[in-house]
């Protein structure tokens, strides 16, 4: 059986811990950064696959340290060529997240391995 298509959501912890954001305000982080990958990759025929079974998608939401280690992610998918959405926060201009397009685990597990399940 092929390993699915899985959406990687990486925000960051110190949203809550340190600049005290509330629960809320982070998950849009989130959504913004989903919506955003999915609509820019919108061509790609794993997108296309993705969002044809809407009913089993697979999403994983991590969490890394803070804005460094978020942008260390960041270079790591650009390094490895996985398309990807960093979500900036505007006006404020603050990198909060990043989400991949549907990629297969197998591919994004050594960027990823340093962070941890969002809880």
């Known amino acids: 059986m092929a390993e699915p298509l899985t959406m990687f959501v990486i925000v960051r912890r110190d949203l809550v811990k340190q600049l005290n954001w509330n629960f809320g305000s982070v998950m849009t ?4 950064a989903t919506s955003a990958a999915l609509w820019r990759y919108r061509d790609l025929k794993e997108v296309q ?14 969490e890394t340290k803070n804005e460094t280690s978020l942008l260390k992610v960041t270079e790591g998918l650009k390094a490895q060529s996985i398309p990807h959405y960093l ?7 603050i990198p909060t997240c990043v989400a991949t397009a549907p990629v297969q685990r197998s591919q994004i597990r050594d960027i990823v391995k340093r962070c941890q399940l969002w809880r």
């Open 29 to 32: 982080q989130a959504c913004h």
């Open 49 to 62: 696959e993705y969002t044809q079974d809407i009913d089993n998608m697979h999403k994983v939401v991590l």
């Open 87 to 93: 979500w900036i926060e505007q006006p404020e201009n």
